[in-house]
């Protein structure tokens, strides 16, 4: 019986087997970021991943000011919303407190390497044992795609729209090949997640990142470039082939420590 | 050998018409529909239904977690 | 038997806050608080209780700490000094906006700008009419001598967590610095997180248990139906706070004509300027705000009626002043005498401004 051509959908949903669906981590709600941002994406491996390790109800999230400071409505955890900037600090509060469970932030470039910047260096500095997910869409996405500090050179947005000039704001700041720099810091690695193999591999680093925390290690920094279509003024897939050309020489993919 | 088949359900009210998934699919089995959903975006659905082997790409790319999806293996 | 120790100001409360079963400390070096940090890293509390020390890299940092251990249902406290406590503003009004019990010690110095490192009352403005953005309040408490310093530190902690609001000790640099006996409280065992659930409500972010939603702590609300709601919410806890928490110290009030206000320092030297007056024939009252917010103006309103004039006396260009005056209500004159810069007023200083403005006029 060849059963190529008499198969229907339905048949193959009611005799095969599931082989994805959305993790239970993630709420209900439809999340507020744009069509074909990566945020979601992150999201949704982030929490595949604590699902995984079944550290769901020990896991703490920080989502500071920025697109995903909203992510508290996404993530089915218990999480805190942090002042712009301050996530990596309230994040060492909680897990100076909670030595045994699990903490992560989830900052965006504007949050970490501009007015975060301090926090940033120091919580990785003192090795705090926690994950930094830090998405860098080189624009500041929630206030409506300001330049920010990976803004690339010539890259436009509402505060440089004659592209960034670096004579008048200096060079993208490549702040995550800084904390490799940095001993407390264990693992260093830059992510994306607009192909599927690369969602694979952003999801493993993740992983990585909390059994680094699990065995009280340091800190892991995962860094996802990330695309931001509304603030690019680009259709989704349009982001994703500019992010490659454009994005990915200037930073690119792979583990820098660790 | 008869090759694994696979089918998609997507929450059509939930997409939001990114058109990530239709370029990620190896086999080209999604479109976005001429129809649009609650939220006015065209939804992606299985054209191609046939063409799917259940090879979860689509999903792993969708940043909104509206597909699902279930694999066939070929019976011995 | 009580266990008595002559002790700096500063050193007390950090040794209150051990005992208070406090679970965490964060803060920052600034002159005239730094013996706070510094005896909490000597005295190691990890061996004694398990509480946290850590220095952060900024007062932005240490509030933002306090933040995230605070919303796990925590003792936390964090302490600086005035050019500090204005780094911090931010921090506070989201921990006010998120409703988290927290203690945040303000050893004030002389203002504005770097200022000075000597003892101020400049920053009640900052302290009682809210230093960061939105409509919020703090519990402040305003300690005059060590033994405050080392009490004030668990009813902090009681009234952070009953109304879970940050609390704020109003200290200056003289009480900070100043050694006096103190009587210290009892070690009190630090609560488990079952035990903050059972006494306080389930709110902390603590790990999303099974059967229950998960918690958010945010002061984020975008739909403004609902912030609108967050903030009747606040303001009826004020309003509970205002009618139950009012905190204050009468001396020499029964047959004086005449009323002194002050807190703090100001209110130690006021004590002379009474007996000072008394031998020169002129009977002065004290009233000595302990809380300085919710402030005792029924009792301020009430004194006035018995007596000819009111002069509070501040280190500072006049401030809490202006609410005496809101308190009296015109009935009575309310002039103010203050030093500001760091430079304390003496005793006859106060009389002799008494003199000028209420009874000379």
Same mark, same amino acid.
């Given at each position: 019986?060849?059963?190529?051509?008499?198969?229907?959908?339905?048949?193959?949903?009611?005799?095969?087997?599931?082989?994805?669906k959305?993790t239970?981590?993630?709420?209900?709600?439809?999340?507020?970021?744009?069509?074909?941002?990566?945020?979601?994406?992150?999201?949704?491996?982030?929490?595949?991943?604590?699902?995984?390790?079944?550290?769901?109800?020990q896991?703490?999230?920080?989502?500071?000011?920025?697109?995903?400071?909203?992510?508290?409505?996404?993530?089915?955890?218990?999480?805190?919303q942090?002042?712009?900037?301050?996530?990596?600090?309230?994040a060492?509060?909680?897990?100076?407190?909670? @030595?045994?469970?699990?903490?992560?932030?989830?900052?965006?470039?504007g949050?970490?390497?501009?007015?975060?910047?301090?926090?940033?260096?120091?919580?990785?500095?003192?090795?705090?044992?926690?994950v930094?997910? %830090?998405?860098?869409?080189?624009?500041?996405g929630?206030t409506?795609?300001?330049m920010? @500090?990976?803004t690339? @050179?010539?890259?436009?947005?509402?505060?440089?729209?004659?592209g960034?000039?670096?004579?008048?704001?200096?060079?993208?700041?490549?702040?995550?090949?800084?904390?490799?720099?940095?001993?407390?810091?264990?693992y260093?690695t830059?992510q994306?997640?607009?192909?599927?193999?690369?969602?694979n591999?952003?999801?493993k680093?993740?992983?990585?990142? %909390?059994e680094?925390?699990?065995?009280?290690?340091?800190?892991? %920094?995962?860094?996802?470039?990330?695309?931001?279509?509304?603030?690019w003024?680009?259709t @989704?897939?349009?982001?994703?082939?500019?992010?490659?050309?454009?994005?990915?020489?200037? %930073?690119?993919?792979?583990d820098?420590?660790? | 050998m008869?090759?694994?088949?696979?089918?998609?359900?997507?929450?059509?009210?939930?997409?939001?018409?990114? *058109?990530l998934?239709v370029?990620?699919?190896?086999? *080209?089995?999604?479109?976005?529909?001429?129809?649009?959903? #609650?939220?006015?975006? *065209?939804y992606?659905?299985?054209? *191609?239904?046939?063409?799917?082997? #259940?090879?979860v790409?689509?999903?792993?790319?969708?940043?909104?977690?509206?597909?699902?999806?279930?694999?066939?293996?070929?019976?011995? | 038997m009580?266990e008595?120790?002559?002790?700096?100001?500063?050193?007390?409360?950090?040794e209150a806050?051990? +005992?208070?079963?406090?679970?965490?400390?964060?803060?920052?070096?600034?002159?005239?608080?730094?013996?706070?940090?510094?005896?909490?890293?000597?005295?190691?509390?990890?061996?004694?209780?398990?509480?946290?020390?850590?220095?952060a890299?900024?007062?932005?940092?240490?509030?933002?700490?306090?933040?995230?251990?605070?919303?796990?249902?925590?003792?936390?406290?964090t302490?600086?000094?005035?050019?500090g406590?204005?780094?911090?503003?931010?921090?506070?009004?989201?921990i006010?906006?998120?409703?988290?019990?927290?203690?945040i010690?303000?050893?004030? +110095?002389?203002?504005? =700008?770097?200022?000075?490192?000597q003892?101020?009352?400049?920053?009640?403005?900052?302290?009682? &009419?809210?230093?960061?953005?939105?409509?919020?309040?703090?519990?402040?408490?305003?300690?005059?001598?060590?033994?405050?310093?080392?009490?004030?530190?668990?009813?902090?902690?009681?009234?952070?967590?009953?109304?879970?609001?940050?609390?704020?000790?109003?200290?200056? =640099?003289?009480i900070?610095?100043?050694?006096?006996?103190?009587?210290?409280p009892?070690?009190?065992?630090?609560?488990?997180?079952?035990?903050?659930?059972?006494?306080?409500?389930? $709110?902390?972010?603590?790990?999303?248990?099974?059967g229950? /939603?998960?918690?958010?702590?945010?002061?984020? /609300?975008?739909?403004?139906?609902?912030? /609108?709601?967050?903030?009747? &919410?606040?303001?009826?806890?004020?309003?509970?706070?205002?009618k139950?928490?009012?905190?204050?110290?009468?001396i020499?009030?029964?047959?004086?004509?005449?009323?002194?206000?002050?807190?703090?320092?100001?209110?130690?030297i006021?004590?002379?300027?009474?007996?000072?007056?008394?031998?020169?024939?002129?009977?002065?009252?004290?009233?000595?705000?302990?809380?300085? $917010?919710?402030?005792?103006?029924? !009792?301020?309103?009430?004194?006035?009626?018995?007596?000819?004039?009111?002069?509070?006396?501040?280190?500072?260009?006049g401030?809490?002043?202006?609410?005496?005056?809101?308190?009296?209500? =015109? &009935?009575?004159k309310v002039?103010?005498?203050?030093?500001?810069?760091?430079?304390?007023?003496?005793?006859? !200083?106060?009389?002799?401004?008494?003199?000028?403005?209420?009874i000379?006029?």
């Amino acid at each position: 019986m060849s059963d190529s051509t008499i198969l229907t959908p339905q048949d193959i949903i009611e005799r095969g087997e599931l082989v994805f669906k959305k993790t239970a981590l993630l709420t209900d709600n439809i999340m507020s970021y744009c069509p074909g941002c990566g945020h979601g994406v992150a999201h949704r491996i982030t929490m595949e991943v604590l699902e995984e390790m079944g550290i769901g109800d020990q896991t703490i999230g920080v989502a500071p000011v920025g697109c995903s400071v909203l992510a508290y409505e996404f993530m089915n955890i218990d999480m805190q919303q942090a002042a712009h900037g301050r996530a990596p600090a309230v994040a060492t509060g909680i897990k100076r407190v909670y @030595p045994d469970k699990y903490v992560f932030t989830y900052q965006g470039d504007g949050d970490l390497a501009a007015i975060g910047t301090a926090e940033t260096i120091h919580a990785c500095n003192r090795g705090e044992n926690i994950v930094i997910i %830090f998405i860098n869409n080189g624009i500041y996405g929630m206030t409506g795609g300001q330049m920010a @500090p990976t803004t690339l @050179p010539g890259m436009k947005s509402s505060t440089s729209p004659f592209g960034r000039d670096v004579q008048m704001m200096g060079h993208p700041l490549k702040i995550t090949e800084m904390i490799a720099q940095l001993p407390g810091v264990v693992y260093v690695t830059r992510q994306a997640v607009h192909k599927p193999a690369l969602v694979n591999r952003a999801k493993k680093a993740i992983r990585k990142g %909390f059994e680094i925390q699990k065995e009280k290690k340091g800190l892991a %920094f995962i860094e996802i470039v990330s695309n931001c279509n509304s603030g690019w003024k680009m259709t @989704p897939v349009n982001s994703n082939i500019w992010l490659e050309e454009n994005m990915l020489p200037f %930073f690119p993919l792979g583990d820098i420590k660790g | 050998m008869a090759k694994v088949r696979g089918a998609i359900v997507v929450d059509t009210e939930r997409c939001k018409g990114c *058109n990530l998934c239709v370029v990620a699919c190896p086999t *080209n089995v999604i479109a976005l529909h001429k129809e649009v959903n #609650g939220k006015g975006y *065209n939804y992606a659905y299985p054209l *191609n239904h046939d063409a799917c082997t #259940g090879c979860v790409s689509c999903a792993t790319v969708c940043p909104d977690a509206v597909i699902t999806v279930y694999r066939l293996k070929p019976s011995k | 038997m009580e266990e008595i120790k002559l002790m700096k100001g500063n050193e007390a409360i950090a040794e209150a806050l051990i +005992r208070a079963g406090a679970d965490a400390y964060f803060g920052y070096p600034i002159t005239p608080q730094s013996e706070i940090l510094e005896y909490l890293m000597t005295e190691e509390p990890y061996k004694r209780t398990g509480m946290v020390v850590l220095q952060a890299e900024s007062e932005i940092a240490a509030i933002n700490m306090v933040y995230g251990a605070g919303a796990c249902g925590k003792k936390v406290m964090t302490s600086s000094s005035s050019p500090g406590i204005s780094l911090k503003q931010e921090g506070i009004s989201y921990i006010a906006g998120s409703e988290i019990p927290c203690l945040i010690v303000n050893v004030v +110095r002389g203002g504005p =700008g770097l200022g000075t490192i000597q003892p101020s009352q400049s920053d009640y403005f900052q302290s009682v &009419k809210g230093g960061g953005h939105g409509d919020y309040r703090l519990i402040v408490l305003a300690p005059a001598s060590v033994q405050e310093m080392a009490d004030f530190v668990q009813l902090s902690f009681d009234m952070a967590f009953k109304y879970r609001n940050p609390v704020l000790i109003l200290s200056d =640099g003289l009480i900070g610095q100043m050694m006096e006996k103190v009587i210290l409280p009892p070690q009190q065992e630090r609560l488990t997180d079952e035990e903050v659930e059972k006494r306080y409500g389930s $709110w902390a972010t603590v790990g999303k248990k099974a059967g229950r /939603e998960r918690n958010i702590i945010t002061s984020l /609300e975008l739909k403004s139906e609902r912030q /609108e709601k967050h903030n009747h &919410k606040l303001q009826a806890k004020y309003r509970e706070i205002e009618k139950n928490e009012v905190r204050f110290e009468k001396i020499n009030c029964e047959n004086a004509d005449y009323l002194l206000v002050a807190f703090g320092s100001s209110a130690r030297i006021c004590q002379k300027t009474i007996q000072l007056g008394k031998a020169k024939g002129i009977n002065i009252g004290l009233i000595r705000p302990i809380t300085l $917010w919710p402030f005792p103006s029924e !009792e301020i309103n009430k004194a006035a009626d018995k007596v000819k004039g009111i002069l509070t006396v501040e280190m500072n260009a006049g401030q809490m002043v202006e609410d005496v005056r809101l308190a009296v209500n =015109g &009935k009575r004159k309310v002039e103010h005498f203050g030093r500001y810069g760091g430079m304390i007023p003496s005793p006859d !200083e106060v009389l002799t401004a008494l003199e000028q403005k209420l009874i000379g006029g």
